[in-house]
């Protein structure tokens, strides 16, 4: 198979698993050839191939005794990391499901049951989730769409529509704080990690795990002792554990609440679903959020759960999109 390695299909979007990639790949090359878009691959994927030759040559220098030296280094800068995470934050980041797609759904009852686009035949901004199944997806030309999936209806934008439904879901959420930050039309980072204290235990009351919160084997093996081998001050520690988990739970049951009831809100403003993620930063809770969609939650783990857990077995080529990677710089990060 000829052509850019860069047209290739990224399923990392919600809706496009269990997909035939070598059939659409395929599809994809062979609609693309002699088009601008396919011209434009090719420059591009030169200019990212010297790049990477540059890097493979590069790294050959790098010794075993160079590879050890920066292991310890690191190892030492990620327990200082580790040490001085906060977890104590409630970081939700809401997403809303084919956005742009939804809204013209809504609006044109015809279209909720074809696939369905909005761009036109250079590009696309979003699909529905019976075109994701066909392997279309935003960011891709729609004349290769089409040929993706020849009933693909394509809608053509409009912004200042999704503006003011955008607005509407803004005006939802600030009636629960006024401390987010829209990162597009339809995704938002929001704050809220006042909103549940204030509806938790008072500070003084509530036992402090923004350290806690990273030592859980520790907390599990504390309490182990305790089952095995009592002793005051061990129960002392017991007794400190089981207020931060009861904390915690209470503190979770709270945020998924909120959570859960902006979701409701929204759908009920706009007739449109919301994904969203919670977590301690806004990183996760946007890896978070694209767990569990469409009109979902996903939620950390707990009470004491690495961030690590979140990442660990997500793919590098599923974030290509938030980090700017492509699938030529893999061999590089490997």
Request: glycine fraction near 6%; aromatic fraction near 4%.
């Amino acid at each position: 198979m000829t052509g850019p390695n860069s047209l290739t299909l990224n399923d990392g979007k919600a809706g496009m698993e269990g997909l035939d990639k070598d059939r659409i790949n395929r599809i994809i090359r062979e609609a693309s050839k002699g088009s601008k878009f396919f011209q434009h691959a090719e420059k591009k994927e030169k200019e990212l191939a010297d790049k990477v030759e540059k890097m493979l040559e590069e790294r050959k220098r790098i010794t075993d005794q160079m590879i050890s030296r920066s292991e310890v280094e690191l190892d030492s800068v990620i327990s200082r990391l580790e040490a001085s995470r906060d977890m104590s934050r409630d970081i939700v980041h809401v997403d809303m499901d084919a956005f742009y797609a939804a809204v013209e759904m809504r609006d044109d009852p015809a279209l909720r049951d074809v696939p369905m686009a909005v761009g036109s035949s250079s590009m696309l901004s979003t699909s529905n989730y019976l075109a994701r199944k066909h392997g279309v997806r935003a960011a891709m030309p729609g004349f290769i769409a089409r040929k993706l999936c020849p009933g693909l209806v394509i809608v053509p934008g409009n912004h200042d529509k999704y503006r003011e439904v955008s607005g509407q879901v803004m005006a939802v959420i600030s009636k629960y704080t006024d401390k987010f930050s829209a990162a597009s039309l339809d995704e938002v980072y929001i704050d809220l990690t006042d909103v549940v204290r204030s509806r938790t235990l008072p500070a003084q009351e509530c036992p402090d795990h923004s350290t806690d919160r990273g030592r859980s084997s520790e907390i599990k093996e504390t309490t182990e002792e305790v089952e095995v081998q009592p002793k005051d001050e061990d129960t002392v520690h017991a007794h400190k554990s089981e207020d931060i988990r009861d904390c915690w739970c209470r503190r979770e049951s709270v945020v998924s609440n909120l959570v859960r009831n902006m979701r409701g809100d929204i759908q009920q403003a706009t007739q449109l679903t919301a994904s969203a993620g919670i977590s301690c930063n806004s990183f996760l809770s946007k890896v978070c959020s694209d767990l569990n969609k469409p009109n979902g939650a996903r939620d950390r783990p707990s009470p004491a759960g690495s961030p690590l857990s979140t990442t660990r077995h997500q793919s590098l080529r599923h974030h290509d999109e938030s980090w700017c990677l492509g699938s030529s710089l893999h061999p590089c990060l490997s």
